[in-house]
């Protein structure tokens, strides 16, 4: 295995549950999205504003009193699952299978924090096929993204290098109307592959 990833397994494993919190859901935005009933127009809105909080780096999702931190509380339905199967590419290693699920509090705090272990991270979303209730209150959609950006990651003396990492995730994603009218994400399921690239 390349020394760069001879780390304690648990440490590094860590850092790409954090990376994958990021790879697999995104980020939330900061525009407020309420309708009466949902359209083709407003999810797409509404999931693209997602993806462009995520481009770049966002120091906002580590502060408490952040307008990404409020918007995850108000766009984020209080039972809200996240559900993501992953295969990490890793040099020198065989690729490694494991399943995450989050509540909506360990969403929140995760962000926070792989936020920080991400640096350069670019996204493009392409969502596919929106499938509507008949009541205009529920919506189901699937999108695929693809990421990429610098982890930091320490190497076998414990400094820490910056390694480049690209991820591709496939989700079906259900979102809904609150009775308050504001659209929330109720859950995601996520199968996501990501490659940590060589030197």
Excluded: W
Excluded at 51 to 59: A, F, K, L, P, Q
Excluded at 105 to 122: H, M, N, P, R, V
Aim: net charge negative.
């Amino acid at each position: 295995m390349n020394t760069l990833y001879a780390a304690p397994a648990r440490n590094l494993s860590t850092i790409l549950v954090l990376a994958c919190v990021i790879f697999c859901f995104g980020h939330p935005a900061s525009a407020a999205h309420e309708t009466s009933r949902l359209t083709k127009g407003d999810i797409r809105d509404f999931l693209q504003a997602m993806s462009d909080m995520s481009t770049g780096n966002n120091s906002d999702l580590s502060s408490s009193n952040g307008e990404a931190q409020r918007f995850m509380d108000r766009h984020l339905h209080k039972h809200v699952r996240m559900k993501s199967t992953i295969t990490y590419m890793i040099p020198g290693a065989p690729p490694q299978q494991n399943e995450m699920t989050l509540d909506k509090g360990q969403f929140i705090q995760s962000l926070a924090a792989g936020a920080k272990t991400l640096k350069d991270y670019e996204s493009d979303v392409d969502i596919g096929d929106i499938r509507l209730s008949k009541d205009g209150r529920k919506a189901t959609v699937e999108s695929t993204s693809s990421e990429q950006g610098y982890m930091n990651v320490p190497d076998e003396s414990g400094d820490i290098q910056e390694v480049p990492i690209e991820g591709r995730s496939e989700c079906t994603q259900m979102i809904v109307l609150d009775d308050k009218d504001i659209m929330q994400l109720y859950n995601a399921k996520c199968l996501t592959t990501i490659q940590i690239e060589g030197f």
